[in-house]
């Protein structure tokens, strides 16, 4: 799964990599949470460059009667996303990328689990497959959501925990956010060419387990080890 991440890469990095048409007013974050607002990059259409959007991470489909049920929906499985009826749509035709350059998670026994940090070399950005939706309440009002797709964890991962979220290959950016691509055949090939087996990871302090902790610090490993970025 994934329940915490970083974007602290420089907008026009971001800007750059994304190709979008201008730099996002982006401040540096250490430990996104679930219910914040988190840039999305989406296809703009009419052949277009992508843009960059905030939408809430946890996705409240269109049907749904209020946004309490976006709290559980912060994760879709990519093997079952397309027979949910809350990610059914999305998957069709809102496909986003997420853009992000670390995630973390928690490994070891109740109580005592300990914090890594996962990412790429040298902290390299990279985007998660996302989804998002556009729910209206009662007032009229429009709410943007998001959720994060996961698989299967890659070998290397497999002794933090048993499911990683999709990180989406760069030459799969322009099929995975176009909505005219509607075929599972497709879809799920980006799925599986994800980049999980490029991924490292280090112990980190517990710092970060304090989601009002969104500094560098929640970075800092624990005990540097020879290999990891």
Not at 7 to 29: D, N
Not at 150 to 157: D, F, G, K
Not at 174 to 186: F, H, I, N, S, T
């Amino acid at each position: 799964m994934c329940g915490r991440f970083t974007l602290s890469t420089p907008p026009t990095e971001i800007a750059h990599h994304f190709g979008l048409a201008e730099e996002p007013k982006l401040e540096a974050r250490f430990n996104v949470a679930p219910g914040q607002a988190i840039a999305t990059v989406s296809d703009s259409g009419g052949g277009r460059r992508p843009v960059l959007s905030l939408r809430r991470w946890g996705l409240v489909p269109s049907w749904s009667k209020d946004t309490k049920i976006g709290n559980r929906l912060i994760n879709a499985r990519a093997e079952t996303a397309a027979e949910k009826p809350s990610f059914l749509s999305a998957l069709r035709r809102r496909r986003c990328l997420v853009p992000a350059d670390g995630f973390y998670e928690w490994a070891g026994e109740k109580g005592s689990k300990q914090p890594y940090c996962i990412g790429l070399e040298g902290r390299a950005l990279f985007a998660f497959a996302g989804l998002w939706e556009r729910w209206t309440d009662p007032q009229g009002e429009p709410l943007e959501s998001c959720t994060l797709l996961t698989t299967a964890a890659a070998e290397q991962l497999r002794a933090l925990h048993h499911r990683m979220p999709v990180i989406v290959d760069p030459a799969d950016y322009a099929l995975w956010m176009d909505p005219g691509v509607e075929e599972p055949d497709l879809v799920s090939s980006v799925i599986d060419r994800n980049l999980g087996g490029a991924l490292e990871f280090y112990p980190i302090s517990k710092y970060v387990n304090d989601v009002r902790h969104d500094d560098p610090r929640c970075l800092e490993a624990s005990a540097k080890q020879p290999g990891f970025f």
